[in-house]
């Protein structure tokens, strides 16, 4: 089904995110305000046994909306082809000031992925990894590189490669983990470590970044493997990944 993609020319990515401060009271009162409007609807939808759910103790979830979060790692990774030997290099853009690692990679971006043959691929990366970082961009007041700014283009003119579509197969209503395609089709598990509702905690309780970003560096290999399945490419094999 992939048969004619360039892997050379695949970016693969994806983004890990926490609340932008570490309790709701940090947030001044206007953001506290509208943190409670934003979040009204989904604290009702998970309510259990019609129990309130407050906006402060949902607030541990702010990390999944660009408005009230922030990113603290980008992880990408291409397939390098040179001398006929198949290498997955991957670097990760991560730490706790949100503005440098936008400007970092998208300083990668302009620099290496401004040219229509170049895609960006990631699980669900339209949805949420993609209008995240193009949401933060601006926030931070920083202007969006190509790849990034979709306006005006048509769907099929736009450079992201989502593999959670390419296992839709035009099914719009089924959605499927990147922990359970990886398992369906044999390849080895990222979330053999943390999973993205523990993010949070590990950031801010436990002030461990380095965990965080090895994790979101195995996601961004499983979605590579993915790709290389779908594709009907031979897998990746460990000693074929170097981290710059």
Not at 29 to 49: G, N
Not at 189 to 214: A, M
Request: proline content about 4%; aromatic content about 12%; charged content about 30%.
């Amino acid at each position: 089904m992939l048969g004619q993609l360039q892997l050379n020319q695949v970016l693969f990515l994806d983004i890990e995110t926490v609340p932008e401060h570490k309790n709701f009271e940090d947030l001044s009162p206007t953001k506290q305000k509208l943190w409670e409007e934003k979040s009204a609807y989904k604290r009702r939808y998970e309510a259990i046994e019609n129990e309130e759910i407050s906006a402060s103790e949902y607030y541990k979830n702010a990390g999944i909306w660009a408005e009230f979060g922030k990113i603290i790692c980008i992880s990408a990774g291409f397939i390098n082809t040179e001398n006929k030997q198949i290498e997955f290099r991957i670097k990760s853009f991560y730490g706790h000031e949100e503005k440098e690692i936008l400007e970092d990679f998208s300083s990668l971006l302009y620099t290496h992925y401004n040219t229509s043959k170049r895609l960006l691929c990631g699980h669900n990366i339209k949805e949420f990894d993609i209008p995240y970082i193009a949401r933060r961009l601006l926030i931070q007041g920083k202007p969006l590189p190509k790849i990034l700014n979709l306006m005006g283009k048509k769907p099929w003119e736009v450079p992201h490669l989502d593999t959670l579509e390419l296992w839709k197969f035009g099914d719009y209503k089924h959605f499927t983990s990147l922990k359970l395609l990886t398992e369906i089709l044999g390849i080895e598990s990222p979330k053999d470590d943390i999973d993205g509702s523990q993010v949070r905690s590990v950031y801010y309780e436990e002030n461990n970044l380095e965990r965080i970003v090895k994790y979101c560096e195995k996601d961004v290999i499983a979605v590579a493997q993915v790709v290389l399945k779908l594709a009907g490419k031979p897998l990746l094999k460990p000693e074929q990944t170097t981290y710059l």
